[in-house]
């Protein structure tokens, strides 16, 4: 089947008629040449990524004009916000009424 191959790369796909002769000279089903031409066909034209790599031609390079990046605004620095402000004077009502040595003496 290796032979049939190679002298029909230009087309890899053999006929029935084909078929049930490779079949017959190999001693395995029709079914079973099938499978081995698909496989094979399959594992020919999967490339490596170095193959893949290596195959691309410079038209098909991203132009980095092409490219949107998106950046999201960075985290503040402690030195960005209103002179005099606090923690807690900055987190307003989100901050709890009660004292830390209040919560935990209730837990007691």
């Given at each position: 089947?290796?032979?049939w191959?190679s002298s029909h790369?230009?087309?890899?796909?053999?006929t029935?008629?084909e078929?049930?002769?490779?079949?017959?000279?190999t001693?395995?089903?029709v079914?079973?040449?099938?499978?081995?031409f698909a496989?094979?066909?399959r594992?020919?034209m999967?490339?490596?990524?170095m193959e893949?790599?290596?195959?691309?031609s410079?038209?098909?390079?991203a132009?980095?004009e092409?490219i949107t990046?998106?950046?999201?605004p960075?985290?503040?620095?402690?030195?960005?916000?209103?002179p005099?402000?606090?923690?807690?004077?900055?987190?307003?009502?989100?901050v709890?009424?009660?004292?830390?040595?209040?919560?935990?003496?209730?837990?007691?």
């Amino acid at each position: 089947m290796e032979n049939w191959l190679s002298s029909h790369e230009d087309n890899p796909y053999p006929t029935q008629a084909e078929k049930e002769s490779l079949a017959k000279d190999t001693g395995i089903t029709v079914k079973q040449v099938s499978t081995w031409f698909a496989n094979t066909r399959r594992r020919k034209m999967q490339m490596t990524p170095m193959e893949a790599y290596l195959s691309g031609s410079s038209s098909d390079e991203a132009n980095p004009e092409d490219i949107t990046l998106y950046i999201r605004p960075g985290t503040p620095a402690p030195g960005d916000f209103e002179p005099g402000s606090t923690v807690v004077s900055r987190a307003g009502s989100s901050v709890s009424s009660h004292s830390a040595a209040s919560t935990s003496s209730r837990l007691l």
